[in-house]
């Protein structure tokens, strides 16, 4: 007779449920079982036209300066809704890794420009440290890499601009992610940047500040959407018909 699988409950200690795409497995079930670790599946994906309703959505109010933040659960659809506006509008996009062309280049050198635009740019990302200047991408630590994108990023831009962002400051520890987020927010505004982010941290509000907010359920079927507009707050859902 198969042996029955652990499923923690409330007096088990449960700890947090997570999100899954796929049926998890008796032994997925098992193994985080004893670590309090319930496991929902989410029995629906982000519609094409929920997802194209909501890049729409915030298209339509990302004026220059302004900063729209994606948030929510792995697999909600952050990232789909970033797709679809680089479908629907020219755009930047931050890089996911270092271009093999500039991988042996010191950090200084990676970023094109007038040396104090490339020191702005490196600042601005949390990359201050002059130590840091001459080390190669590889030196560096995860988090050093990731702002190194940023200011790839960030030196690249030009005012008015359309610029997404995914998995914002997600390897940083969160004191630092706050910090480059408040910067990230001043100088988004002050270059009249189009900014649209999307991470899985709520905690990166305050320091960002955005005009717009989008947080995408986790079953998949509605998209819920606040903004500012002057001392005003709308609040709007949209729901996969």
Wanted: proline fraction near 8%; charge should be positive.
């Amino acid at each position: 007779m198969p042996e029955a699988t652990p499923k923690p409950t409330r007096n088990s200690g449960l700890v947090r449920v997570i999100p899954t795409r796929a049926a998890p497995s008796a032994n997925l079930l098992r193994a985080c079982a004893p670590f309090g670790l319930a496991l929902e599946q989410s029995r629906a994906r982000p519609g094409r036209e929920l997802i194209n309703r909501a890049a729409r959505a915030v298209l339509y109010r990302s004026k220059p300066g302004t900063i729209a933040l994606i948030t929510g659960p792995s697999g909600c659809g952050k990232s789909s809704i970033l797709r679809a506006l680089a479908r629907l509008t020219p755009c930047t996009r931050a890089p996911a890794s270092i271009p093999a062309r500039l991988a042996a280049r010191a950090v200084v050198d990676v970023l094109s420009g007038p040396l104090e635009a490339r020191l702005s740019a490196l600042s601005r990302a949390g990359l201050a440290d002059a130590a840091l200047l001459a080390r190669t991408p590889h030196e560096l630590s995860e988090g050093e890499r990731h702002r190194l994108l940023l200011a790839l990023t960030l030196a690249r831009a030009r005012r008015g601009q359309l610029i997404l962002i995914d998995e914002f400051t997600s390897p940083l520890d969160r004191a630092t992610a706050r910090s480059v987020a408040l910067t990230l927010s001043r100088w988004a505004r002050h270059t009249k940047l189009k900014l649209v982010i999307a991470s899985p941290h709520s905690d990166l509000l305050e320091s960002l500040n955005p005009d717009a907010l989008l947080e995408p359920a986790l079953d998949a079927s509605r998209v819920r959407l606040r903004w500012r507009q002057g001392a005003t707050l709308g609040d709007i859902t949209l729901v996969d018909p």
